[in-house]
T-cell receptor
Framework: AQKITQTQPGMFVQEKEAVTLDCTYD???????LFWYKQPSSGEMIFLIY??????QNATEGRYSLNFQKARKSANLVISASQLGDSAMYFC?????????????FGKGTRLHILP | GAVVSQHPSRVICKSGTSVKIECRSL??????MFWYRQFPKQSLMLMAT???????TYEQGVEKDKFLINHASLTLSTLTVTSAHPEDSSFYIC?????WGQGMDGELFFGEGSRLTVL
């Protein structure tokens, strides 16, 4: 069974609009971390945002925010005021366990296209 | 943030040869490094966890003898693809969790990736 599910293979969004990328996860470990990474066509992995399972507030980093619904096991990424440079592949990932060196697994990704 | 450097970025080799990919943490010590494989337009698949001073932990379905991982020091992990075949062609990317005070809790810092093409 998939631990990280991203149901949107691709999305097209008009520039300057907000966009929500979906992510649900599955774990029985009470301590876990959720990440979002961006991968442009160059292949590099760019860290966007992190949410710990015990964090009370939703994480925010500039134009990125993470809508953490713990009971629903969802961790959607919201990008406000999208820009052309946001076009890329976006991966949701989960660290299952409390330790920094617990392994991190990735969802299948969502390819986001920002339209001018 | 912490820096992870991966080399080479691109390599082309003949079928049957072995290829070594290096992953270095430049400004921090990494007792653990992760090796991922990514096929075109697909996700990152965890291959193995590299542990400094001990054997690597391989994910199910990953051939240990095909993909040799050595974590020689706190700043270097290597992946050797042995007797490479065309189906081993892929994008290999290493990563390491940052140390305390580096990045977010357990944030992974990625190398630039290595694109392997086996002819």
């Amino acid at each position: 069974a998939q631990k990280i599910t991203q149901t949107q293979p691709g999305m097209f969004v008009q520039e300057k609009e907000a966009v929500t990328l979906d992510c649900t996860y599955d774990t029985s470990d009470p301590s876990y971390g959720l990440f979002w990474y961006k991968q442009p066509s160059s292949g590099e992995m760019i860290f966007l945002i992190y949410q710990g399972s015990y964090d009370q507030q939703n994480a925010t980093e500039g134009r990125y925010s993470l809508n953490f619904q713990k009971a629903r096991k969802s961790a959607n990424l919201v990008i406000s005021a999208s820009q052309l440079g946001d076009s890329a592949m976006y991966f949701c990932a989960m660290r299952e366990g409390p330790a920094r060196d617990d392994k991190i697994i990735f969802g299948k990704g969502t390819r986001l296209h920002i339209l001018p | 943030g912490a820096v992870v450097s991966q080399h080479p970025s691109r390599v082309i080799c003949k079928s049957g040869t072995s290829v070594k990919i290096e992953c270095r943490s430049l400004d921090f010590q990494a007792t653990t490094m992760f090796w991922y494989r990514q096929f075109p337009k697909q996700s990152l698949m965890l291959m193995a966890t590299s542990n400094e001073g001990s054997k690597a932990t391989y994910e199910q379905g990953v051939e240990k003898d095909k993909f040799l991982i050595n974590h020689a020091s706190l700043t270097l992990s290597t992946l050797t693809v042995t007797s490479a075949h065309p189906e081993d062609s892929s994008f290999y990317i290493c990563s390491a969790p940052g140390g305390w005070g580096q990045g977010m809790d357990g944030e992974l810092f990625f190398g630039e990736g290595s694109r392997l093409t086996v002819l």
